[in-house]
Nanobody
Framework: QVQLVESGGGLVQAGGSLRLSCAASGSILTVNRMGWYRQAPGNQRELVATSSGGITNYADSVKGRFTISRDNAKRTVYLQMNSLKPEDTAVYYC??????????????WGQGTQVTVSS
């Protein structure tokens, strides 16, 4: 099995910062792409940022405010969120494309962590 465990969500005032973390564990051969998505009430899940092979990709709405980074030795991805806005309020989900020890390539999701930005 493979697990993604997230941490770091919470309540913050507009203009504040939060840092999310997501660690992958289990029967892992390689962790390929890692990223963050979010889903606000009544909305579809949307991409926030991804990191793959040293290349990062951001949603236009978070460019310049959020930074994704990885510690490959720890199989962990981070999302530093600065200058937070009320519209950033959502459940944030970690995502990873992982090759398991048995050779299977699968897409995994974390359990989600709530980020609430008050105005």
């Amino acid at each position: 099995q493979v697990q993604l465990v997230e941490s770091g969500g919470g309540l913050v005032q507009a203009g504040g910062s939060l840092r999310l973390s997501c660690a992958a564990s289990g029967s892992i051969l390689t962790v390929n792409r890692m990223g963050w998505y979010r889903q606000a009430p009544g909305n579809q899940r949307e991409l926030v940022a991804t990191s793959s092979g040293g290349i990062t990709n951001y949603a236009d709405s978070v460019k310049g405010r959020f930074t994704i980074s990885r510690d490959n030795a720890k199989r962990t991805v981070y999302l530093q969120m600065n200058s937070l806005k009320p519209e950033d309020t959502a459940v944030y989900y970690c995502n990873a494309v992982i090759t398991r020890l048995n050779g299977e390539l699968n897409n995994y999701w974390g359990q989600g962590t709530q980020v609430t930005v008050s105005s």
